[in-house]
């Protein structure tokens, strides 16, 4: 049994490892392409990488680094709903420059996407190991994670940590009430830093699709298998700990967003609820995910939504499932009539589906009061569009296409044939895709990997010397992709790419920001952006996008070297930087002691087993 089980494992492992290769095969190609280019949106997220090098250089890992010299003329770092200089890719960059952290980062989240979903279907929905298999792998091929990390949506990584979070918030808890105690803890604590995660990557805001995306997951489980109790309490420990361990990030972004609440923008919207039902559909089940008759479908557009916008296909595989399942069921109730009694809380849990299931439908589609109310909720207001909380469907479906194909086959043999097919199906539609939009991105990295290795080996030290902008051959301004790779020539861009002030600049106060020399004088003012004016203006007695003064000289000439420079803080931020500490050091404490609890117990039972086998020998 034990050779068995063992033998089953590594045929797994090796499943799962092949899997993956196939789909860095895939994908690599792409890291860069032919012409040694990546996907336009890296123009931001990579020269983002090597600032948060710079600062690591300078200064370590424990210095926060609230704003950076390098964009806009004196920006936000840590600041920013955007930056991800306490994840995964930023950690790789002090490790590899910023193009192999992309690469490594694509393929361990992948991974982890693979696992957690396998984790979530084997040990909570106790499916067998083909259909698991088989739900891990349409995850690891879902259209948004891939073709988001293609075009450089770098933040959007954490998105393959979703099934983690619902493993760790519904598998069994061990009998007996000090274990049953500790392990809910220990779950509830791991789900919350996986939110927290989540927020400092950049992806906080489809925070509230990733929880519906959960709830949902959660409440089909409890129709199941009940035990609903276990995961509200992992849930509702897992909010209070995210929160507290990201504390310090979401009181900056409150503040930020207070100041610049990016709502100028019109949210799209189809013209009737089937026409919305059939653009998510589309998407879900066809790609190549683009053509003409999804954006002649949108009404109040004001932003073309390219290809990468309208990926989110699981392929035509589960739907396929799906059906044969539905078909299955209704042969059986017809050659048998089923009594089936569903109590309260089941009747609860399938409306509460049934509601969370039409979000996504309702919001995108438009109708003008509608469209009013919906500018005025948090974060939704600050979108230029809601076709990404189309992510909620993604794991829904794999989840009840795999539950559907634990009906239709009964046998182990059974299952382990469909999957096997559905899976290589999957890998051939995904092998065939045509990604030539994808290939055809023009962003070169070059300039800064080139600036990473001569920081990296002590030829450099970075430093803003000036404000610049590109100009063309007629001296007329140009702007360019790659225009926040200034910094590598120790200039930061005036007309940065940074989309809090709007695609194009619309809420960017540039005041007196001028190309020329940082430190230059005009008017009892330095050509530098003061950064905390934009976070904390009346803590700092000044304005949004106001500039250091003559006066704060040696704090400006410490902001341009990538130093800490002194600025105040509200009394709020300071609270919320205290608890995120505290929090943290808790959090380490806890799962330090529970580690070396269960080593312990393992120990001891192993010791007790051996003392066991000796008396009887």
């Not at 792998?137 to 994670?145: D, P, S, T, W």
């Not at 849930?235 to 967003?257: N, R, T």
């Not at 290939?439 to 070169?444: A, K, M, T």
């Not at 790659?482 to 106060?509: I, T, W």
Request: with cysteine.
């Amino acid at each position: 049994m034990i050779n068995f089980q063992k033998k089953n494992n590594l045929f797994l492992l090796i499943a799962a490892l092949a899997l993956l290769t196939c789909y860095y095969v895939m994908l690599e190609r792409f890291f860069p392409n032919a012409s040694g280019k990546l996907g336009n949106d890296y123009a931001y997220f990579l020269p983002f990488l090597l600032d948060g090098f710079f600062w690591y250089n300078l200064n370590g890992f424990w210095a926060i680094p609230w704003f950076t010299p390098s964009f806009c003329g004196g920006s936000l770092n840590y600041a920013n709903v955007q930056s991800c200089f306490y994840t995964l890719p930023q950690l790789f960059t002090f490790l590899t420059d910023p193009l192999a952290a992309a690469r490594l980062t694509l393929i361990l989240f992948a991974a982890f996407g693979l696992l957690g979903f396998y984790l979530v279907l084997r040990q909570a929905f106790f499916t067998s190991r083909p259909a698991s298999f088989l739900g891990a792998g349409l995850f690891l091929f879902n259209g948004f994670y891939t073709h988001r990390m293609l075009i450089g949506h770098f933040g959007n990584h954490a998105f393959m940590l979703l099934p983690l979070i619902c493993w760790v918030l519904l598998r069994p808890l061990p009998e007996g009430k000090k274990a049953h105690f500790r392990r809910l803890l220990f779950d509830a604590l791991i789900g919350g830093l996986l939110f927290a995660y989540m927020v400092q990557s950049g992806f906080g805001p489809y925070l509230i699709p990733v929880i519906i995306a959960v709830v949902l997951i959660g409440l089909f489980h409890g129709i199941l298998h009940g035990r609903q109790r276990d995961f509200w309490l992992r849930w509702a420990g897992a909010g209070i700990a995210g929160i507290l361990l990201c504390s310090s990030k979401l009181a900056v972004i409150y503040h930020l967003m207070g100041n610049f609440p990016r709502s100028i923008y019109k949210l799209p919207g189809t013209r009737s609820v089937l026409d919305a039902a059939w653009l998510i559909a589309k998407s879900l089940f066809i790609s190549p995910a683009f053509d003409s008759d999804r954006m002649e479908m949108l009404t109040n557009l004001q932003w073309a939504l390219e290809r990468h916008e309208w990926e989110y296909s699981v392929s035509i595989v589960p739907l396929l499932i799906i059906l044969c399942g539905s078909l299955s069921i209704f042969r059986q109730i017809q050659a048998k009539p089923v009594n089936l009694k569903l109590n309260w809380k089941q009747w609860l849990q399938i409306n509460a589906i049934a509601m969370l299931l039409i979000v996504p439908v309702a919001i995108n589609t438009y109708s003008p009061g509608w469209n009013a109310i919906l500018k005025q909720l948090p974060l939704i207001k600050s979108s230029s569009n809601v076709v990404r909380w189309f992510i909620i469907y993604i794991p829904t479906i794999i989840l009840i296409s795999t539950l559907m194909l634990e009906k239709i086959a009964v046998s182990p043999k059974s299952k382990l044939g469909i999957a096997v097919i559905s899976m290589a199906a999957v890998v051939a539609l995904n092998a065939s895709t045509d990604r030539n939009f994808y290939l055809q991105r023009s962003y070169d990295p070059e300039e800064i990997l080139k600036s990473y290795y001569q920081v990296k080996a002590g030829r450099w030290t970075p430093g803003i010397k000036a404000i610049g902008i590109n100009v063309d051959n007629k001296g007329q301004m140009n702007v360019l992709i790659k225009r926040n790779n200034m910094l590598v020539h120790g200039a930061s861009q005036m007309y940065c790419y940074e989309a809090l002030f709007g695609y194009q600049l619309e809420d960017f106060p540039a005041k007196s920001l001028h190309p020329g020399p940082v430190m230059a004088e005009q008017e009892g003012l330095l050509n530098i952006k003061n950064p905390a004016c934009y976070v904390w203006p009346e803590a700092n007695h000044c304005k949004p996008g106001d500039h250091f003064t003559v006066a704060q000289k040696e704090a400006a000439w410490a902001f341009v070297n990538y130093r800490p420079f002194p600025f105040k803080m509200p009394a709020s931020q300071k609270a919320a930087n205290w608890i995120n500490a505290l929090a943290l050091v808790v959090a380490m404490m806890f799962l330090l002691l529970y580690t070396v609890g269960v080593l312990y117990h393992r120990i001891m039972r192993k010791k007790y087993t051996f003392n066991t086998a000796k008396k009887c020998l």
